[in-house]
């Protein structure tokens, strides 16, 4: 607040001067509505000879750490909740100019994402109560300088948010990408950015006209926003997958890997023998080869991969899927190869004399 107009409202009120009277003066010398108002709020309507002052809450630790978590908590929530639809679109709209993902990066997104929302959101929802019921009870407190500022400052970033990823967008539309995704993109960059944005610019523009409490209209936008975020939280739990659907397709890829690496001991062992094992637990004897018994055993059941030598420079490695490849294409290419259903599933590989090996 001016000081120079608390001084002349207060020394105006001890003069006996009436409420309406000196609203009219300032008006006329030019102030604006709210600080007019703020400034005689700061004084109770008494009886009493001269202006009695009323209580304004003083900022304290306490009041700086509600605030503090409360806006991070926000943060984290809007940050968040984009990804999970990020990643939902992506997924949704694959573009194939890109480089291809499987489905591991973009469920890794999801869950990630979904991991910061469920605790973060929870976090806000129970610190804008707390803050708001203290705002109820002492309505001084909505002009907590900590909360002017924060507010302020989640304005700031809501633009830069804005403005940075249309920016993002834009040139990825200009770099030719698909318009459907970054269009979807772009919706929820304004929709996220923009319910944060005009909330906290709603409830500012409420302080300064002196209202009490929340207006109907802010509680109802402040529930579907709420609302809206579930509903992100369950479609990208279901686009993620469950927990143990994620640990099937973790072992698929560890089988994956394995046997990649069985294929480079296997083609170690004919460099240095002249022939291909008999059977897999030879690939362990390579000296030069530095393989464990643990490459050649299924890391669920511990049984060893299935091995059969055709002939001189063919044979076949099997092993049980619990879940089928992502239908979108792998990199590198060579993992192309690996691509199997969920149950068993052999490959056919033949080595080559001048090295590597082929399907």
């Keep these: 607040m001016n000081a120079e107009l608390a001084r002349f409202v207060h020394e105006a009120l001890a003069r006996g001067l009436s409420r309406d009277a000196i609203r009219s003066q300032l008006i006329a010398a030019g102030w604006r509505a709210d600080e007019i108002e703020a400034a005689l709020r700061s004084w109770t309507e008494t009886?009493?000879?001269?202006?009695?002052?009323?209580?304004?809450?003083?900022?304290?630790a306490r009041e700086a750490f509600l605030y503090l978590v409360l806006f991070a908590a926000l943060y984290t929530s809007a940050f968040d909740t984009g990804q999970v639809l990020f990643g939902i679109i992506q997924r949704a709209f694959p573009d194939p100019v890109r480089v291809p993902y499987d489905s591991g990066p973009w469920g890794q997104w999801i869950r990630s994402a979904l991991a910061g929302l469920i605790i973060a959101f929870p976090v806000y929802l129970s610190f804008s109560r707390l803050i708001g019921r203290q705002v109820e009870r002492e309505p001084e407190r909505a002009g907590s300088p900590v909360r002017k500022w924060l507010t302020y400052l989640t304005l700031f970033v809501a633009a830069l948010v804005i403005i940075g990823d249309l920016i993002v967008l834009v040139n990825c539309a200009l770099e030719g990408q698909l318009v459907t995704p970054l269009a979807l993109k772009i919706l929820v960059v304004l929709s996220i950015a923009g319910s944060v944005f005009g909330h906290y610019l709603g409830g500012l523009r409420r302080d300064e006209r002196g209202a009490a409490g929340a207006t109907g209209g802010m509680r109802l936008g402040a529930r579907l926003a709420a609302a809206g975020v579930i509903v992100v939280m369950i479609a990208g739990m279901v686009a993620a997958g469950s927990p143990i659907k994620e640990r099937w397709r973790q072992l698929d890829a560890q089988r994956v890997q394995a046997l990649s690496q069985i294929v480079t001991a296997i083609q170690l062992h004919e460099s240095n023998a002249g022939t291909l094992p008999a059977i897999l637990p030879e690939v362990l004897d390579n000296p030069h080869g530095g393989f464990d018994r643990s490459l050649i055993e299924d890391p669920e059941s511990h049984l060893p991969y299935g091995y059969q030598r055709i002939d001189s420079l063919t044979y076949r490695l099997c092993?049980?899927?619990?879940?089928?490849s992502d239908p979108a294409p792998m990199q590198p290419r060579e993992s192309e190869f690996w691509r199997h259903g969920a149950g068993h599933k052999c490959f056919t590989i033949m080595v080559e004399r001048m090295g590597g090996w082929r399907r």
């Design 319 to 324: 092993a049980d899927f619990r879940t089928a």
């Design 47 to 60: 009886g009493f000879p001269i202006p009695v002052p009323r209580r304004r809450p003083s900022l304290n």
